[in-house]
């Protein structure tokens, strides 16, 4: 390509932002771009392909891991959005077609590659994990990552506690579920109505979480639950789910915030224990 059409380093690519108030959205950028931003956090969500009930996309945990960090990611200068690890570990929904898991040993040697390739361009990188089943795999992965030097971190979604009340509706709390029910198909129905079978969604079990994760791991959610749900998606809505999000997208934008106004300009190779336990109770 003659130079003379070559836009200069630092020129905006349609689609992604390489100045300005924009997080780096790296899948649409040239390298030159990269090259001349300014580059102190990559964000990697990761979500799975899993089974959702009769009635959710496979691929929900990672469009929820993805828009949360696109929201909490906005306006900040420095940081980087991967594209998501859009496979993660679902052996425990294994015998549900559709399904395709990589496992824990696999994932855990990914995310130790992508780390370790990261850490060439970047200061510091922060997981933002939309699915339960990788938790092992990321703890795995970071703890060879940050002892070998490297700085990362990881934000697990979680919901700690119903939404408020939307004053606007008669919302009573609810119980929050782990798997393809209420908080799930709320938050897909705020971001991709289409994509949601309201009229497939049926109760699953119901019991928390705790009390089956025996069962789950020693026979999968199958047999648990024969239609993979775990929990009732009875009253879920898009309002609530904007609620759900608006919530998640404030405790990552917490995350970030101080992650980025830790000391030594944003690189954080010593982490607090604080840090480490962010994220509420995951589910996926
Ligand atoms: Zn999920």
Same mark, same amino acid.
């Given at each position: ?5 070559? !836009?200069?380093?630092?020129?905006? $690519? =349609? &689609?992604?932002? *390489?100045?300005?108030?924009?997080? @780096?959205?790296?899948? /649409? ?53 991967? !594209?998501?690890?859009?496979?993660? $570990? =679902? &052996?425990?929904? *294994?015998?549900?077609?559709?399904? @395709?898991?990589?496992? /824990? ?59 408020? $009340? ?9 119980? @929050? ?74 405790? @990552? ?32």
């Amino acid at each position: 390509m003659p130079t003379a059409s070559r !836009p200069a380093a630092g020129d905006t $690519a =349609s &689609g992604g932002s *390489a100045s300005g108030d924009s997080p @780096l959205t790296l899948a /649409t950028l040239r390298w030159p771009d990269v090259e001349a931003a300014p580059r102190r956090l990559l964000v990697v969500p990761m979500g799975s392909l899993e089974q959702h009930g009769p009635h959710l996309p496979l691929d929900t945990d990672t469009r929820i891991a993805v828009a949360v960090a696109v929201r909490a990611c906005a306006g900040r200068v420095g940081v980087g959005v991967a !594209p998501p690890i859009a496979i993660g $570990a =679902s &052996g425990e929904h *294994a015998d549900f077609p559709g399904t @395709l898991s990589i496992g /824990t040993a696999a994932l855990t040697l990914v995310l130790v590659e992508l780390g370790r390739h990261a850490s060439l361009h970047w200061p510091a990188m922060l997981l933002v994990n939309g699915h339960g089943g990788n938790v092992p795999a990321i703890n795995d992965a970071l703890e060879l990552l940050r002892a070998e030097g490297r700085s990362c971190q990881a934000w697990h979604a979680g919901v700690r506690s119903a939404p408020p $009340a939307d004053p606007d509706a008669d919302v009573a709390p609810f119980a @929050l579920d782990a798997h393809a029910g209420r908080v799930e198909t709320s938050i897909m129905l705020a971001l991709a109505p289409d994509d949601v079978r309201l009229d497939l969604a049926v109760r699953g079990d119901t019991r928390p979480l705790a009390a089956i994760m025996s069962e789950l791991r020693a026979h999968g959610t199958r047999h648990v639950s024969p239609n993979g749900v775990l929990g009732d998606p009875a009253g879920a809505s898009a309002a609530e789910g904007e609620r759900l999000l608006a919530q998640l997208t404030a405790d @990552l934008d917490e995350t970030l915030t101080a992650l980025l106004t830790t000391p030594e300009g944003g690189r954080f190779l010593l982490l607090s224990g604080a840090l480490q336990a962010w994220g509420g109770p995951v589910w996926g």
